[in-house]
């Protein structure tokens, strides 16, 4: 049993396919642009706090940089009393340069593949 609708709400909804299908089109272009924006929005605030993050990361990496090289020079001039000035600064050196070819080589491996470490 088929129920026909009341001639009224026929005007109100008589639209032909063509135009539903051009406003469904249409509406849906609206709402991928609409999500396209608001994921780009996401995106710029997440951004944001990460630079902010990478900023403070930075600033600390320089600081920490800035104390070990005092402590360096202030190794470099206590060993400086002891066995000059000369040798105090190549012992210094040499000391760091095998401390980071040691750190070098266990980065290196650990960059490695597990079945190439032998």
């Not at 900023?55 to 402590?71: D, P, S």
């Not at 001039?77 to 050196?93: E, K, Q, Y």
């Amino acid at each position: 049993m088929t129920r026909l609708a009341h001639p009224d709400m026929l005007a109100e909804h008589d639209e032909s396919v063509p135009t539903l299908v051009g406003r469904l089109v249409e509406e849906t272009r609206t709402l991928a642009t609409a999500e396209v924006a608001l994921y780009k929005a996401k995106l710029a605030e997440r951004i944001g706090a990460y630079k902010n993050a990478a900023i403070f990361f930075a600033a600390a990496g320089v600081l920490a940089l800035a104390a070990l090289i005092a402590l360096l020079v202030g190794l470099i001039l206590s060993l400086a009393t002891l066995i000059g000035p000369g040798l105090a600064t190549a012992a210094v050196v040499i000391g760091v340069l095998a401390i980071a070819g040691i750190l070098a080589m266990i980065g290196r491996g650990k960059l490695a593949p597990a079945g190439a470490r032998a």
